[in-house]
């Protein structure tokens, strides 16, 4: 039997949706407009600390920083859920922005965010296709070498 909610597609796949993100800054994880809500750019944080720092290219693997890609998206998807209910609420995944710090020789940011991609398609199936930017940056906040925001339809209109 397939799993029938993202929050069993992504535990059939190991992965346990976390609590939202705490802001490092003065800001909030995410915002609810209507059918929408916004994220604000998810580090990939683990139990409130960076797994690895640096520069793509330049002592982060794009391997790594593919998997951080993929946390960044599960963080994302925790401050979705903080705002919605669950992510059965999600209709769709509009668009995603990948921020990679890169070393200047480094132009693989595609396949980087490609993670973030991934794991939106493990919890929501065609519903997880979307738009979506790969920006190599100079540095992240942290030091972090990926971040992630995220707009995602909602099925209901919320907090109208």
């Known amino acids: 039997m397939t799993p029938a909610t993202p929050e069993e597609r992504l535990a059939a796949a190991g992965l346990t949706l976390p609590p939202a993100p705490e802001p490092v800054a003065v ?23 960076l797994p690895l720092t640096g520069k793509v290219g330049a002592g982060v693997t794009p391997e790594q920083a593919r998997e ?65 930017s790969a920006v190599g940056v100079t540095v992240l906040p942290l030091d972090a070498p990926v971040e992630v925001e995220l707009v995602v339809e909602l099925h209901t209109p919320m907090g109208v």
């Open 68 to 132: 951080l890609a993929g946390r960044c998206a599960l963080n994302a998807l925790a401050a979705v859920a903080s705002v919605a209910g669950d992510l059965s609420a999600v209709k769709r995944v509009v668009k995603v922005v990948g921020f990679v710090a890169s070393d200047p020789s480094f132009t693989g940011q595609p396949g980087v965010v490609n993670g973030a991609s991934e794991l939106l398609g493990t919890a929501f199936g065609d519903a997880g296709i979307h738009a979506r």
């Open 27 to 49: 800001y909030v994880p995410a915002v609810l407009n209507g059918h929408y809500v916004y994220t604000s750019g998810q580090l990939p944080m683990v139990d409130g600390a």
